[in-house]
T-cell receptor, first 111, second 114 residues
């Protein structure tokens, strides 16, 4: 059964720093992996989708990598800003349709 | 930019009552999903729907739950007899493709069962 873990559970860094969020999964047989952002009491905003055949995807200051064989993905945020403060979730697709989710990393960027 | 919409944003109901949560997926998407997130817990998959039938469901999605696409735009989740433990945020999502498609989520409906 697929399990998704995100470490750390919370992270607080000063504005301007580059940072890395981690996601690991137990079963490497995945179709793809998505990173999401969730603001308090709000919905889920898709940030990046990486297919199993890809190694990384970039969108603006965000870069996500995927190492399927080791069951790991990282989300790199460059030059962090206070507006980046949110909970970041990763989710893997290991069956046809459903996403299996991590518990998220709560990120606080201090001005 | 096209987006998934959900109504209502917040629903309060009494235990044992039926509720219907509504979603309007992105118009050219063919695959639809419901997830839920109990406060402080992980997001959990409930069901996926394609070509007017359920394509996959989790063990959470028991006989108390049903989904329907009553017309060309709406996608609904019905909970027949709500329990206290059904209190959660319910998210609808849609994707253009199935297995490889990026899922886009609505803002959610907060369901409170009293």
């Amino acid at each position: 059964k697929q399990e998704v873990t995100q470490i750390p559970a919370a992270l607080s860094v000063p504005e301007g720093e580059n940072l890395v969020l981690n996601c690991s999964f137990t079963d490497s047989a995945i179709y793809n992996l998505q990173w999401f952002r969730q603001d308090p009491g709000k919905g889920l905003t898709s940030l990046l989708l990486i297919q199993s055949s890809q190694r990384e995807q970039t969108s603006g200051r965000l870069n996500a990598s995927l190492d399927k064989s080791s069951g790991r993905s990282t989300l790199y945020i460059a030059a962090s800003q206070p507006g980046d403060s949110a909970t970041y979730l990763c989710a893997v697709r290991s069956s046809n349709y459903q996403l299996i989710w991590g518990a998220g990393t709560k990120l606080i960027i201090k001005p | 930019e096209p987006e998934v919409t959900q109504t209502p944003s917040h629903q309060v109901t009494q235990m044992g009552q039926e509720v219907i949560l509504r979603c309007v997926p992105i118009s050219n998407h063919l695959y639809f999903y419901w997830y839920r997130q109990i406060l402080g817990q992980k997001v959990e998959f409930l069901v996926s729907f394609y070509n007017n039938e359920i394509s996959e469901k989790s063990e959470i999605f028991d006989d108390q739950f049903s989904v329907e696409r009553p017309d060309g735009s709406n996608f609904t989740l019905k909970i027949r007899s709500t329990k206290l433990e059904d209190s959660a945020m319910y998210f609808c999502a849609s994707s253009e493709q199935g297995t490889l498609g990026e899922q886009y989520f609505g803002p959610g409906t907060r369901l409170t069962v009293t």
